[in-house]
Structure formats: structure tokens, C-alpha cells
């Protein structure tokens, strides 16, 4: 009975197989789930409910920095990668990456197969990447939360509805109500994630990566992430890229059952969170935005300035096939 409770709450529910994208709840962050409902306190949902509470403040001690070494919790910092890969400089500039001498890559003992590249973006790069997300990968003809509710919604949509963006869809855009990719993309991505996602898994020795879909999430100050497994690539020997930006997040990391422990991460803008093998198919979700971040606009609009110094951005780079 506990099972298929379990599998009930776990199950990936995006949407309900028969929800389309128009009956989904404009607002609605596409991994919004039913099963938080389902009453089943598992140590995830546990976990999960602790960091979200707004009444007692979760304690922040407990979630790993990823910023140092603390070898009493499996946490490791280290500037030694997997490969001798070494991108052009020209190519980490033209997407905003540090050089890869200044990298560091934290590991958790525990989770071989996790790896979060900390504060991999300069400066300069993080309002670019944020600009675009809510300028560009948030426009037609991508598909985005509001597409499905407002068809005459042309151009403008960050100007027009920007509160209201929950996600958008890239490449091979995923359908939140089959949970399934359609086999062909409907465009190429955007060379720079592309590129992101290759340089990425060279550097880290995880092979070459041949990026085709993306699904950007905006996070509001108060909005959640619920508990999930990435599960619909259909090749998932391939690592998922996950790029944070604008606000810090409390992230939270399981493994395959619901009841296995969880980890609590601390994300902040320019980290780059890496899922492969045996972490590839783990729970995962976001219960809190931070607001700790404060960004300073130079070039950059007030109303883009604002978003970031409010919001969280993440890119989640995928290889379907
Ligand atoms: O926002 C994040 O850090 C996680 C996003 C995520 O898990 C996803 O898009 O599948
Ligand atoms: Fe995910």
C-alpha cells in the first residue's frame, strides 16, 4: 500500500496524462504535482516542507555551502577535473565563462556522479544570461506557462506578463501533459547553451555532449520546485546542465526512493549544477528562493535589474537523443 502511495507521490507527475497545456493553471510551475497532496510524509517530503515553511525559519547551517571543503559531511572542493580538455578562450568568452583555471568543482562523497561547478560566469555575464532567458528564450515562437492561455500574446511577453512566466520550452520542447519529447526539435537551440553544455562535460570528463532541449524556470521570490525525476531523455547517459541565475535557492537532492536521505545545496547565481549516472536519475526540487543577491544594472534596463535582484532563473540543458 506504502508503495503505491509512494509511487503515486513520485511518479514524475508533471501533469496528469489527459491535462493539456490549456487546462494547466496559467501560473503553474510545470512540475507542479498533484502528489503533494497525496498525505504521504516521506523523508523528501519531510525535507521538502521544512525548507518551505515562511512561519519558523528553516535553520541555513544545514544546507551545504558547496563554497568549501568539509570533509565531516563528504563535501569537496578541488580545481582537478577529469580531463585535459581545454576549450579556446574565445570560446568561454563568447558565453561567459571563466577561464578554466579559475574553476572549481564541488563533490559530494556520497554522490559520485553530482558535481556543481561554483561561480562559473563572470561578473559581467550574469545579467546577460538573465537578460536573455526573459528577452529571448521567453519569446514566440518557444513555447512558455502562457502560450497555451494567451495566443494572441505577441512579442513582449517579460514587458507584458512577466510576474506570470513560470517556464519556457527549447529545442525539443517537452510536453508537460504526455511527459514526453516529440522526436523531432521544433528549432536548434541557442548556440550558447550548446556550447555551455559541451564545454561543461569535456571539462569534467563525461564525454561530449550533443545539447537538443531546455527548459528555463522562473522562479518568483515565494514559488517552489516539487520533487521530480528528469526521467523523459531518451538517452540518459548524458549529463543534465543546470545554470542558476539571479536569486540563490535551497535545492534539494534525494536519490531513486522518496525515503532515501536528502541533501540540502545552496545555489547561487553563476553555479553550474551537473546530474550524471547514478545521479542522473534522482529526486530533486527547489522549496525556497533566497534574496540575497543584489545586482547593480549597468546597460541593462530598471525593469530587468528589478527581475534579478527578485527573481530565479534556471536553465536546465538536456540531451534527448
Ligand atoms: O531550478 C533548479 O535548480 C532545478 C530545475 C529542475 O530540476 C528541472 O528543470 O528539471
Ligand atoms: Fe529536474
Known sequence: ????????????IRFSSMATAKS?????????????????VTEFRKKFKYFKAR???????TVISLRESDPSRGVECSADFGSSYAPSADEL???GLKPVEEWTCTTLKHRPGLYVLTDLFLASAHLTW????????AEPPNVTNLTAHHPDLEKGV???????????????DYDWATKVYPEKPRAELPKEMKTVARIV??????????????IVNYYPGKSTLSAHVDRSERDLSRPLVSLSFGQSAVYLTGGTDLDDPVDALYLQSGDVLVMHASQRLVYHAV?????????????????LVDYANNNRINITIRQVD
Open 55 to 61: 512561519k519558523v525559519e528553516p535553520d541555513m547551517s
Open 130 to 137: 538573465l537578460k536573455r532567458c526573459l528577452l529571448e528564450y
Open 287 to 303: 522549496p525556497r528562493i533566497v534574496k540575497d543577491r543584489k545586482f547593480e544594472g549597468e546597460g541593462c534596463s530598471k525593469e
Open 201 to 214: 562535460s569535456n571539462v569534467l570528463g563525461l564525454g561530449d555532449m550533443n545539447a537538443d532541449a531546455v
Open 24 to 40: 494547466l493553471p496559467e501560473s503553474s510551475s510545470g512540475y507542479e504535482s498533484p502528489s503533494e497532496e497525496s498525505g504521504v
Open 1 to 12: 500500500m506504502l508503495a503505491r502511495a509512494c509511487h503515486r507521490f513520485v511518479t514524475h
Open 93 to 95: 568568452d563568447s558565453v
Open 158 to 172: 517579460f514587458q507584458k506578463m512577466a510576474n506570470k512566466l513560470r517556464w519556457a520550452t527549447l529545442g525539443v
